[in-house]
């Protein structure tokens, strides 16, 4: 299984990115995604994640301005980021779980800057 992540880049503050997702395999249908985001001498945290049934949940700070969804017959999974702040500024990294294990992407590093 692969995850192939996409679509950061350099914005300014209160501007939007759209991050995907690409995976190989047969299990995300099945599986439960994420993305996370990690700064230099942080861990990583958890920003959003959709369950394979559909429930979201979100980092506080991020609620009302990001939007996690997923398209099944692409295996895709997408973050919808707006209004955009300088503390947004992370490498952001897709994850999938599956019977218990997990998948990661590579990373792609979204920055806030004006």
């Known amino acids: 299984v692969q995850l192939q992540a996409s679509g950061g880049g350099l914005v300014q503050p209160g501007g939007s990115l759209r991050l995907s997702c690409v995976t190989s395999?047969?299990?995300?249908?099945?599986?439960?995604v994420g993305w996370y985001r990690q700064t230099p001498g942080k861990q990583r945290e958890l920003v959003a994640a959709m369950t394979s049934g559909g429930v979201r949940k979100y980092l506080d700070s991020v609620k009302g301005r990001f939007s996690i969804s997923r398209d099944n017959a692409k295996k895709t999974v997408f973050l919808q980021m707006d209004s955009l702040k300088p503390e947004d500024t992370a490498v952001y990294y897709c994850?999938?779980?599956?019977?218990?294990?997990?998948?990661w992407g590579q990373g792609t590093l979204v920055t806030v800057s004006s």
């Open positions: 395999g047969n299990i995300f249908s099945g599986s439960d």
């Open positions: 994850n999938m779980q599956w019977a218990f294990r997990n998948y």
